[in-house]
């Protein structure tokens, strides 16, 4: 299996740069994955494919604010940092643009002095670690004058930075939305219990990871990168609650949908737990939790549209992109969504 055959054309413009108004008015693309069959919804209109008894597993992942704009105390050099990973404390590994000018040692001021920081290591692979310092909490300062780390494809400035934020979201960590989960308003999650659907959490710190491409031409000698996940006690009853009385687990996302498996293939079973997955799913994979997903349109060669061809079928998945693209459907973090069943 080739990466190659992953790959779909998609017209430039088709790639959403801004979020919709209200969040469940995009569209949503519905696939059956045992006929095949197509139909087109708006995403308030997924309460009509779910039933009484059912499960929805999102992730409660919180997207840190974590691009921010230093000035360098030596030069008054601009310098930009991207928290990757908290090491301990307020230590993290960053990206820094442009590196030269984050060498050991290098002090910097952000936020007209509400932080300092101080390149304490340059890593092997030329990220840096770096030592913050402010006189509030740490994540209180970095929300006061963070950005969001946005998606590549995305070039227009976000107004509201909660809109890069799941409802739901509550666990601090992730360096990227689990987009699949932008689409839900209180109101319609409200719906969704009224109908007798359950809802329970998982938590996956998505990394910057998930935009890496794959450079490999055949797809099993890609590499996953490693994330970091919890399933609590609750979520971990309803799940098995539901399967033992034929209700159906389905996943908001495919950070959902990651975690589900891993656990279930390294245990056996779903269980109380937390630990860190590289789990890469593709064609060929068995699952064995899933029975629904809701998630977005990925990039053309990436893990996540083969993880969706997995779980669809490749020939269901690829034509049900072209449909989306001849129909002029908006791509990717801020577009449209599909439900597949």
């Known amino acids: 299996m080739k990466t190659s055959d992953f790959y779909y054309d998609l017209p430039k413009e088709l790639i959403a740069q801004t979020p919709v108004e209200p969040r469940d008015s995009s569209r949503l693309l519905v696939l059956d994955r045992s006929s095949g069959s197509v139909e087109h919804r708006r995403f308030s209109n997924i ?58 040692g290098a002090h910097f001021t952000f936020g007209d002095g509400l932080l300092t920081a101080t390149v304490a290591a340059v890593k092997d692979d030329g990220n840096r670690v770096v030592d913050f310092d402010c006189d509030e909490s740490f994540f209180a ?5 963070g950005q969001m780390p946005l998606p590549p494809y995305i070039t227009e400035e976000l107004k509201d930075k909660e809109r890069y934020q799941t ?51 055949d797809v099993t000698k890609h590499k996953m990168h490693s994330e970091h996940y919890e399933i609590p006690e609750e979520t971990a009853r309803l799940i ?26 390294q245990y ?28 977005n349109f990925h990039l053309p060669e990436s893990t996540l549209i083969m993880l969706v061809s997995a779980f669809a079928g490749y020939d269901n998945v690829m034509n049900a992109y072209q449909i989306a693209v001849k129909e002029k459907y908006r791509f990717f973090s801020f577009g449209d969504c599909t439900f597949i069943y």
């Open 47 to 104: 309460i009509d494919y779910l039933n009484e008894g059912d499960l929805i597993v999102a992730n409660d992942s919180r997207v840190l604010p974590a691009r921010i704009y230093g000035i360098k105390d030596e030069t008054g050099a601009r310098v930009e940092f991207l928290l990757l990973r908290q090491i301990s404390g307020n230590r993290w590994e960053t990206l820094c643009k442009p590196g030269k000018k984050a060498r050991e």
């Open 141 to 145: 300062t970095l929300d006061k004058i």
């Open 268 to 295: 056996g079973e779903i269980k109380p737990c937390e630990g860190f997955t590289d789990i890469f799913i593709y064609p060929g994979y068995q699952f064995k939790v899933l029975d629904g997903l809701v998630t």
């Open 167 to 217: 409802i739901y979201s509550h666990e601090l960590g992730s360096a990227a939305a689990p987009t699949a989960g932008l689409h839900f308003t209180e109101e319609l999650m409200e719906r969704i219990r009224q109908k007798g659907v359950n809802i329970a959490y998982v938590t996956l710190h998505v990394g910057l990871g998930t935009f890496r491409p794959v450079k490999v031409d």
């Open 240 to 265: 098995n609650e539901t399967k033992a009385h034929g209700g159906r687990v389905i996943a908001i996302g495919t950070t959902s949908c990651r975690t589900l498996e891993s656990v279930a293939t």
